[in-house]
């Protein structure tokens, strides 16, 4: 059996090299969020909270549900705002808006079909009927004559 004494002794010994702060306390790390745990930007915190408050009475939500929410929450943004960006690059323009945001949900199949809301200012996509295209092969209106009736 090992005496208190003892023990006592070697844990003098090691304090004395490790300065004032016994072992235990020599690296303190800061706390860190949830988020940077992840390596996400999205709050993991706030989505958690928002989850449990959306489930019913006494149903539980794991930890990873809202990281998992977040991951995908943050992807699906860039996403749009990286389409978004490339809107207006095209258009020569150097601030987003809702018609930037609207060409570039409605411009990508996968998104289009995830997102069937309404923009508000973000005006109509640009298409015109195949029947109303005139053709230039015909006389008519392509070559500019006038039909008589």
């Known amino acids: ?3 208190p004494h003892s023990v ?3 844990w003098q010994r090691r304090k004395g090299r490790q300065g004032r702060k016994g072992p ?3 690296k303190s790390t800061a706390p860190q969020s949830r988020s940077s745990k992840a390596g996400l930007q999205f ?3 706030r989505v958690h909270r928002f989850l449990k408050n959306s489930v019913h009475q006494g149903h539980r939500v794991g930890a990873t549900a809202a990281v998992y929410t ?3 929450l943050e992807y699906l943004t860039a996403e749009v705002l990286e389409l978004a960006g490339n809107a207006c690059k095209d258009l020569k323009v150097k601030r987003i808006t809702p018609r930037h945001l609207q060409l570039a949900i409605r411009g990508d ?3 289009d079909a995830l997102i069937k809301a309404t923009i508000a200012g973000g005006g109509v996509i640009p298409h015109i009927h195949k029947s109303l295209i005139n053709k230039s092969g015909k006389g008519g209106a392509a070559t500019g004559k006038t039909a008589k009736f």
């Open 1 to 3: 059996m090992i005496e």
């Open 8 to 10: 006592w002794k070697r």
């Open 24 to 26: 235990h306390l020599q």
């Open 43 to 45: 709050p993991v915190g």
């Open 70 to 72: 977040s991951a995908i």
């Open 109 to 111: 199949e996968e998104l």
